[in-house]
């Protein structure tokens, strides 16, 4: 009993903020120069960071930068919300070249980085064989320090229908260049799937088992890259969402390459901005380049986006030659 109780104590010291045993002040009397001593660095507080688009008009350099800032940084992983390749090709030669080359711009970051797919990086049939070859599981889930991860696959579609809409992509980006009236009038312009996405029934019922299976979680993360949680009824949210009820959850989505918060549930849906890839030549709000640096501590997930033009070295300056790249639709070498 007595070896049962030590344990305890110790387990629960494990949860305990850090307070002033790891404090060694000077000895000095009376008054201090501090507030308190109850500093805030629970053992069981971490942070992540998220990156965004980088393709769909990539832009030279400026996913370097964001690296090179993770560097600095130091969380205690990384995640994306995908679109991490150009792909829409099914020439397996070149994709596996555009996958090693963005494997390679990770070089020297110490976090772990979760691969999460947009569709760019599964376009088709072809690009799905070559990710679960390369990365395995299109749709998983992990656990770090008591909070669960819910990684989708916004691109889950039948294979007839995944097919079509590859043909109806690969025409419209055709026309686009060459005449971009007639590509408005495409139906891929106007295809639900290709704004919004879709969640297979399989994968639905994967999350379901996987938040029952976890009651105790204290928070939830979902990561994805379209925003499915826009559809409504079949091929959307619905069966997940009502899983998560009454469970504090946060989501993420990116594909839009606008900021963007909303919420919905009582739970905070965020929309990334891009970590590289274009933007729309207009004025709408939310055209930055930036890292979401997220803080996990008791009392829940506390969100900061680092904009990639404020993040400086220990020099004053913007890593990775940033200072001479466009990152904020307003910024410095940005020309209208």
């Known amino acids: 009993m007595r070896r049962w109780i030590l344990g305890l ?12 045993a790891d404090f060694q002040p000077a000895p000095l009397k009376g008054p201090t120069p501090w507030t308190n001593t109850r500093f805030d660095d629970a053992p069981g507080d971490f942070t992540f960071a ?48 555009e996958w090693t ?36 599981a299109r749709y998983y889930h992990f656990s770090y320090k008591g909070v669960l991860f819910l990684v989708l696959d916004t691109e889950d579609y039948a294979p007839a229908r995944f097919a079509e809409i590859y043909r109806m992509r690969a025409e419209y980006l055709a026309a686009r260049d060459a005449d971009p009236a007639r590509a408005r009038t495409l139906p891929y312009a ?3 799937e290709a704004k919004v996405g879709e969640v297979g029934e399989a994968q639905s019922a994967y999350f379901e088992k996987v938040v029952a299976a976890n009651p105790k979680a204290r928070h939830v993360v979902l990561l994805m890259h379209k925003p499915v949680w826009r559809r409504e009824g079949a091929g959307g949210l619905d069966r997940i969402e009502a899983a998560l009820k009454g469970r504090p959850y ?12 909303a919420q919905k549930n009582g739970a905070d849906h965020i929309t990334l901005g891009t970590t590289g890839g274009e933007w729309a030549d207009n004025d709408t709000p939310g055209a930055f380049d930036h890292i979401m640096w997220v803080t996990v ?40």
């Open 50 to 97: 998220v990156v965004t688009d980088l393709e769909s008009g990539y832009r030279t350099g400026v996913f370097d930068v964001a690296v090179a800032d993770l560097k600095l940084l130091r969380p205690a992983f990384v995640i994306t919300v995908g679109d991490q390749i150009d792909g829409g090709t099914e020439d397996e030669a070149r994709l596996e070249r």
């Open 190 to 192: 106007s295809l639900m």
């Open 101 to 136: 080359e963005f494997d390679a711009r990770l070089a020297g970051l110490k976090a772990p980085y979760f691969h999460v797919g947009g569709n760019h990086d599964l376009t088709n049939l072809t690009q799905r064989k070559v990710w679960e070859r390369r990365y395995g």
């Open 9 to 20: 104590a110790a387990a629960l010291a494990t949860l305990a903020p850090a307070t002033a």
């Open 297 to 336: 501590t008791a009392d829940g997930p506390s969100i900061a986006n680092l904009r990639l033009d404020g993040v400086l070295d220990k020099t004053g300056k913007i890593p990775a030659g940033g200072d001479k790249l466009c990152l904020s639709l307003r910024g410095p070498n940005c020309s209208k």
């Open 250 to 261: 946060t989501l993420l989505n990116g594909h839009v390459h606008r900021y963007s918060y």
